[in-house]
């Protein structure tokens, strides 16, 4: 099969792929790659000959006023080497392109038949994206950037465990802060405008039992005046307390909940928590592949990947921080009751 063609089945596992509403429709679009029955990658032979072949040209006619025995650049009317050179360079990037951006696209593909397999697994869904200014309000973790901020994605589920069933929504944050740098350019100094791109992520739950609470690794700007401690050293050093209400977030922070939170701070990087003034949590961390999974094989193995997505594709580290949640449930229902 030629790359055209090679390139024309991919098109067509792309769009299936994008209309796939099951875990079938993905199969279906990743046996036609099984049906190859070779590795669904283009042929750069030619191209990577042709890297070497340029790349070598250039180099040698570059160095060429150094090399006695060839003719050079730098004299008088040989100055149109020096453009050759030029030009074997300039092919070898397009080529070095047309390579990575092939091993590329067959990557991406992949990793979105796995990503789109995982959540038809696990019954997540796309929903739109909040609104930046509203959870800026909301949440103070979720007010940062002083340039930009935005979120990149929203993923709904639902989680049940033995005692608590709660809906859950995960989100990827983006956030960037601008900044200017003063430096010297020789005798003059100038200055540059910088920004600082960051992603963060996170699960916002419903939660009843308490509000006005922060506890936070991580520092976002603080919402509360009270500051509380756990009773706990180790974890007073990892994690500040603020809060609005001292008995409400005493009673939230008993010994088995501390105990948790500092379990899961040696699992999530940078982790806080923050419970709105309606009730809202907001666990939120540094960690990427939240929904991501486990991904061993692609396209370029079809009948591996294959197999790897008629499996049932758990999302260990996302269950493990609903079970987290579930404990913070758990604990608290009984907690907050009214006794009558």
């Known amino acids: 099969m030629s790359n055209k063609q090679i390139k024309q089945l991919i098109s067509v596992i792309e769009a299936k792929i994008h209309a796939a509403r099951s875990s079938e429709d993905i199969l279906a679009a990743i046996a036609k790659a099984k049906a190859f029955r070779k590795p ?8 990577i000959l042709t890297i070497i072949i340029s790349t070598v040209i250039g180099v040698v006619l570059a160095l060429s006023p150094h090399i006695s025995f060839l003719p050079s650049w730098s ?4 100055k149109w080497l020096l453009y050759v050179a030029i030009g074997c360079f300039a092919l070898s990037m397009i080529m070095l392109t047309i390579v990575i951006s092939g091993r590329q696209k067959v990557s991406s593909i992949s990793a979105l038949a796995y990503k789109k397999d995982a959540m038809l697994d696990n019954n ?17 973790e979720l007010n940062r950037g002083n340039h930009s901020r935005h979120f990149k994605e929203v993923v709904g589920g639902e989680y049940q465990g033995e005692e608590h069933t709660f809906s859950f929504e995960y989100y990827h944050f983006h956030y960037v802060d601008k900044r200017t740098v003063t430096y010297m350019q020789g005798k ?16 916002i739950v419903p939660f009843e039992y308490c509000n006005n609470l922060q506890i936070f690794s991580f520092s976002p700007s603080q919402l509360y005046n009270l500051k509380l401690s756990s009773g706990s050293i180790a974890f007073d050093k990892t994690f500040n307390i603020r809060a609005s209400d001292e008995l409400a977030a005493t009673k939230f922070l008993k010994p088995a909940v501390v105990v948790a939170i500092s379990d899961m701070a040696g699992f999530l990087s940078q982790m806080n928590i ?10 939120s961390f540094t960690d990427r592949n939240m929904i991501m999974g486990n991904q061993r ?17 758990k999302l260990r580290k996302l269950d493990r921080t609903l079970r987290f949640l579930h404990q913070l449930f758990k604990h608290s229902d009984s907690n907050f009751k009214e006794i009558t």
Request: with cysteine.
């Open 124 to 140: 997540l869904k796309y929903k739109a994206p909040f609104n930046s200014e509203e959870m800026r309000i909301r949440f103070s």
């Open 297 to 313: 094989y692609d396209l370029s193995d079809p009948a591996a990947f294959y197999d790897e997505l008629a499996g049932q594709t």
């Open 40 to 47: 669904l990658v283009y042929d750069h032979s030619k191209h």
């Open 274 to 283: 923050e419970i709105d003034a309606t009730g809202l949590m907001c666990l």
């Open 75 to 78: 004299e008088p009317g040989n």
């Open 188 to 203: 003059r100094m100038r200055t540059k405008t910088v920004y600082d791109k960051y992603d963060r992520y996170g699960i």
